[in-house]
């Protein structure tokens, strides 16, 4: 009796261990709402991008003036300097950087940088919206109005779940859940999500569980059927601990 008792036990804990292994792998999967932060009234600074055309202007060395186009790979070359990582950075945090390479070079370097032309900002809306495709994205353009610049929504769509899919520092997408029911309705701060050049709006017929598995696979079909690439880094099909 005290036998069977103890193996009872042990299996009640046995489920309980694999039932608290299952909640934690299932929260994992669940993606998560975008924080509030995110949405914050101050603009965030623009980040210079592949494409974009700088001009670079020394107030003593006249000579070394340059306007110069920013590479695929994100960088520029300059006289005396050579190779410098400009995509990616604000003009201010790039003034410095130059000013500290060539106060190797030049007695009293100072200098400006100055952005001349931008590359086309865009953002891809995809999902249950009328016309899928790329958006030129505007000053504090919002999920919403992105998808509204689509033609709007179909019937079919999943409002509460959206999904921005945002690279981060690593390149790696970053899914994160927008209520753009709420950003109808209700004006919550949250609701007014701000993108940012080359984010992915997703938005689903149903709620969206598995997200690595989903993020990965998604982009994949951009790339690989509509040419879209915003220059992620990721491994096709890798979903962890959302499978």
């Known amino acids: 009796m005290k036998k069977n008792t103890q193996t009872t036990i042990m299996a009640i804990l046995a489920i309980v261990f694999c039932a608290a292994l299952l909640g934690c792998a299932t929260q994992s999967a669940v993606i998560p709402y975008a924080a509030p932060e995110e949405s914050a009234t101050e603009p ?9 055309q700088l001009e670079i202007k020394f107030f003593y060395n006249h000579e070394l003036n340059e306007t110069v186009v920013v590479r695929p790979d994100g960088k520029i070359s300059l006289q005396l300097v050579d190779d410098i990582q400009a995509a990616g950075i604000a003009p201010a945090e790039l003034d410095e950087i130059l000013t500290k390479k060539y106060a190797q070079e030049l007695k009293k370097p100072v200098l400006t940088v100055i952005v001349r032309s931008f590359t086309g900002q865009r953002v891809y809306v995809g999902g249950e919206v009328n016309r899928p495709g790329l958006v030129s994205l505007t000053a504090n353009m919002s999920a919403l109005q992105a998808v509204i610049n689509t033609g ?38 949250q609701n007014h999500f701000r993108l940012k ?17 989903f993020v990965n696979q998604y982009i994949e079909r951009l790339i690989l059927f509509k040419g879209v690439s915003f220059g992620f880094s990721y491994e096709v099909h890798d979903a962890g601990a959302s499978d």
């Open 44 to 52: 965030a600074p623009y980040l210079i991008q592949p494409g974009d």
């Open 152 to 189: 709007g929504l179909r019937e079919t769509a999943e409002l509460e779940n959206a999904i921005v899919i945002r690279k981060g520092k690593d390149r790696k997408p970053i899914p994160m859940r927008v209520d753009l029911t709420k950003a109808i309705y209700e004006g919550n701060a």
């Open 197 to 213: 050049p080359y984010d992915i709006v997703y938005v689903p017929k149903t709620f969206i569980a598995k997200a690595n598995k």
